[in-house]
Nanobody, 122 residues
Framework: QVQLVESGGGLVQAGGSLRLSCAAS????????MAWFRQVPGKERAIVAA????????YYADSVKGRFTISRDNAKNTVYLQMNSLKPEDTAVYYC???????????????WGQGTQVTVSS
């Protein structure tokens, strides 16, 4: 069992930066692939980035490549999402998720955080 708690969301102007954090409970954090998804009202939750259990593999959605960076610190049971050059279209609720492999579909992830709101003003 893994419990996930996101933090770091907020309001930022276009072009600005935010860093999201996701703190995990449990001693098995390092065995899980981790991912960030986002969701806007009326749309399905979509992958933003994912990272393998040891950080050796990462995946990014095309819309965030070159702007966002996912990383993890297994000693701190935490995964991060550094978001730079933010755009209004990045506005969404961002969710942290844990799963057995680095996948892009929500159904591949077993554990979810409660979400954190990111709002980018133009």
């Amino acid at each position: 069992q893994v419990q996930l708690v996101e933090s770091g969301g907020g309001l930022v102007q276009a072009g600005g930066s935010l860093r999201l954090s996701c703190a995990a409970s449990g001693r098995t954090f390092s065995s899980y692939a981790m991912a960030w998804f986002r969701q806007v009202p009326g749309k399905e939750r979509a992958i933003v980035a994912a990272i393998s259990w040891n950080g050796g593999y990462t995946y990014y959605a095309d819309s965030v490549k070159g702007r966002f960076t996912i990383s993890r610190d297994n000693a701190k049971n935490t995964v991060y999402l550094q978001m730079n050059s933010l755009k209004p279209e990045d506005t969404a609720v961002y969710y942290c998720a844990a799963g057995q492999a680095t996948r892009i579909m929500t159904r591949e992830y077993s554990y979810w955080g409660q979400g954190t709101q990111v709002t980018v003003s133009s």
